[in-house]
């Protein structure tokens, strides 16, 4: 199934406006076709942040990984291991072991590598084998792994295929000296692996040192960065993580329309919305978690105003330099669930005065029927434009029309959502790009039916307890 263009969309749509609630299989399994056949950009996904991290064995390649997650702890963050990848060993191979060399690019399938890391750059989960050190094969069940923000390879030959490098965003080569990297294994396989001293040596002498010299050594020119001293090296990991969170904070569609603003994401703002997200979340809780939602949308779409700096004089005498508030600004909800965001906004603002704008399908006669009710002198105010959903962008184009019809300037137009299709910023910011979008989520997509995916529902229905019927 291919995916559908913006403009497809937009002439397909019909003022739809609700957001995808009852995704049974078979959308969802449509909404993977659909995936599979666009790439991540164009589909506005958000592509992983794909880190590599190489260097020999036992050098603390894990442990600088785990770090790395650990001080991530708020991203969803996947790690996949090159060893994942080992071939299984055939009968006659196991029979002799000691003279296989697991260190030469050629023990690993790096076919199957590259094609689960495809699928989780699309937004694809993937079974990952489970390979088992012991019987040098890979046993059930496959590790499931679901796409993340960020994906960390991590192996001793990880940067050896170029097809692999070409997907990462940061190369990480951990340097430590030989000894302590022997010192380490001789530990951990006598320990971990159950192997004795002398199997351990030879094996070094035989494949792991001349390998580390033939082929790993020589991919520490691909890195980005070279850590010393592995997992002791925090200096290092402390400037990999603001990097890695840098480079995060930033979705692709805000790099294409840069008055599109994401809400920073936290624990606390991902938990509400899956709160609101989950079909089974009561009436009661929708409301409590979209209101904690709307308001913390609503602050941020306040911060972007224009201000006039001030100068006040603090009970202590010193004078604290400041901003003043815009006071010319009105809010316009989309009825009906804009009006769901209306409440925050009084509550920022004392005395705000708050017009209306309705949009309802399609009528019979194909006639779009729009009422209104917008303060008089709106063309001197900045608006803050209602709407918890962002679809195809249909209404939103109508409502933005109607406001710019009225006189208001477009850059004093912003529009806050609660979460937005990338289909819908895309149609808004190509018409009206001196608009400013906040938001607090971008979504996947469109379903066939124009739902917004993952979305959270009819939002209306679910706020003003109308879904019970
Ligand atoms: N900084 C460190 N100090 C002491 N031991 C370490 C350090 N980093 C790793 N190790 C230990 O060395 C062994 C190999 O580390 P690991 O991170 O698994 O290396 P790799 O993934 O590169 O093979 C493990 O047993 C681990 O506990
Ligand atoms: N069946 C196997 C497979 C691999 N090895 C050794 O593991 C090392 C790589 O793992 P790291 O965690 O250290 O990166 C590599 O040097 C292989 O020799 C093995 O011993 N048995
Ligand atoms: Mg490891």
Redesign the pocket.
Known sequence: MGSKSVDELLENSVGVHFSGFHVDDSEVRKFEDKLQATSATENGYKEPFVIGVAGG??AG??AVCDMIIQQLHDQRVVLVNQ?SF?YDLTEEELDHVHEYN??HPDAFDTEKLLCCMEKLRRGLAVDVPNYD?KS?KSKLPARKVNPSDVIILE??LIFHDPRVRAMMNMKIFVDTDADVRLAR?IRR?TEE?GRDLKTVLD?YST??KPAFDDFILPTKKYADIIIPRGGDNHVAIDLIVEHIRTKLGQHNLCKIYPNLYVIHSTFQIRGMHTLIRDAKTTTHDFIFYSDRLIRLVVEHGLGHLPFKEKQVITPTGSVYTGVEFCKRLCGISIIRSGESMENALRACCKGIKIGKILIPRKGDNGQQLIYHNLPKDIANRNVLLLDPILGTGNSAVQAISLLLENGVQECNIIFLNLISAPQGVHVVCKRFPRIKIVTSEIEFGLNEDFRVVPGMGEFGDRYFGTDDD
Request: hydrophobic share 40%; charged share 35%.
């Open positions: 064995a036992a390649k894990t060893e080992y697991f260190d050190f040098h192996g001793i294994r396989d692996k094996q494949f792991v």
